[in-house]
């Protein structure tokens, strides 16, 4: 579980900045180029190209290149995943963390 804890906190990491995830948003209908992306910002590609590579980090986004072109698109098998346990994560449930005896050395 703790990986997952792990995992799910990379995502949220990366979709805090409000411009990171606002380019989730555009993706969720579609994939668009680079260049299309940019076009909605104030930015400098190198910019946009870092963006990218935290999304891509954190198994948000998948890219592909075309000629000199990469576009990008969500990654909707992992977003599944993500948010599936995240819901378990905001919900009880049998084996939830809040029903083990939890132990501190504060003592």
């Known amino acids: 579980m703790e990986q ?39 930015i400098t590609q190198p910019t946009l190209s870092h963006d990218m590579k935290v999304l891509i980090a954190a198994n948000v986004v998948k890219d592909r290149r075309e000629g000199k072109n990469t576009y990008y698109s969500l990654n ?18 049998p084996d939830c963390i809040c029903h083990q005896k939890i132990r501190c050395g504060c003592k």
């Open 4 to 42: 997952q804890y792990t995992d799910v906190a990379k995502v949220l990491k990366a979709i805090s900045d409000p411009k990171r995830l606002k380019i989730v948003d555009m993706l969720s209908c579609g994939e668009l180029c680079a260049c299309e992306i940019l076009e909605a910002f104030c």
């Open 76 to 93: 909707k098998a992992y977003l599944d995943t993500f948010h599936q346990t995240l819901g378990r994560i905001f919900s009880d449930k």
